[in-house]
């Protein structure tokens, strides 16, 4: 082949230096680094153990999985998303964009003093429903000042009203499980709301059966909660269903702990829930 202007020398027909450019990358897969984020799914290269992230620390991750068995594993090569190889690593720290927001969605407030406690109160009515409301609403409820008590039972919701003895500037707001037409909590509700203290308590509810229903199924892996027959208990049935140990109360503990721990705000929980716990919010916190 004759030279030209842009080729002095003509064509090099043994092609170009073999050592020019990274010659020791050539042919080499390149593994994509991937940050350990919370919730994202992962599977062991090595034994097929599969689970969403749960916990990272500096050189180890734990996994989490759909049984709700935990695994700990060192950071690094030897695992798969979506069935291609990955290099996991410490994820890295996010600068907050604008205004930092409370688990509940409201705007967190930095370095606010402490509030003396208003004389009302909002109940529920057991300590999972407690232990909820606090991790999402805690924020917000601390900044207002507001009590979440809770009554082991609605049941014992009438004589809980004539002891606190609610009146003007000392409200009650009740939450309350399974609220539907025609059920006892329906009864019970109807009857406070016509009782002698009736013009300072707002009782409200959700439709759930328990709580625990009011969490996202999706924040679990599910698509729907399952649906649990009459005369099994709905705790054990529901524990049963996922494949966890529910033999025991510390079973039933342990499984809700697990739940809890899924949720991180407000947009995990059914808007039948978030709803009803605003509403007291504002009630208890409104002075009349």
């Not at 604008?98 to 529920?124: H, M, Q, W």
């Not at 025609?182 to 013009?199: C, L």
Request: with cysteine; net charge negative; charged share 25%.
């Amino acid at each position: 082949m004759p030279a030209t202007p842009h080729d002095p020398i003509g064509h090099d027909r043994y092609g170009g230096d073999v050592l020019a450019g990274d010659w020791r990358a050539r042919g080499r897969r390149t593994i994509p680094v991937i940050e350990a984020e919370r919730d994202l799914v992962v599977e062991l290269a090595s034994s097929g153990f599969c689970g969403a992230v749960v916990a990272v620390e500096k050189q180890t991750v734990t996994l989490e999985d759909r049984f709700g068995a935990r695994r700990m594993f060192p950071l690094g090569h030897g695992f798969l998303v979506e069935g291609s190889l990955v290099e996991l690593v410490m994820p890295k720290p996010k600068a907050p964009a604008g205004r930092l927001r409370t688990a509940s969605g409201s705007f967190a407030v930095a370095s606010a003093p402490a509030k003396v406690a208003l004389p009302s109160r909002i109940f529920v009515e057991g300590r999972h429903d407690a232990e909820l409301v606090e991790k999402v609403w805690g924020a917000d409820l601390r900044i207002e000042g507001v009590v979440v008590e809770y009554l082991e039972g609605v049941d014992v919701l009438a004589d809980v009203l004539d002891e606190f003895r609610p009146g003007p500037g000392r409200r009650v707001g009740v939450l309350v499980d399974h609220l539907v037409p025609g059920s006892k909590e329906q009864r019970i509700a109807d009857a406070a709301r016509r009782g002698p203290h009736g013009a300072h308590v707002l009782v409200v509810g959700h439709p759930y059966i328990d709580i625990w229903q009011s969490v996202k199924p999706a924040r679990l892996g599910r698509d729907a909660w399952p649906e649990i027959p009459r005369g099994i208990e709905w705790k054990h049935g529901i524990c049963e269903a996922f494949g966890w140990p529910h033999e025991e109360q510390a079973d039933i503990a342990r499984a809700w702990q697990r739940i809890l721990g899924r949720v991180r705000g407000y947009g995990d929980l059914e808007p039948a829930l978030l709803g009803r716990v605003e509403e007291l919010i504002d009630f208890v916190t409104t002075a009349r």
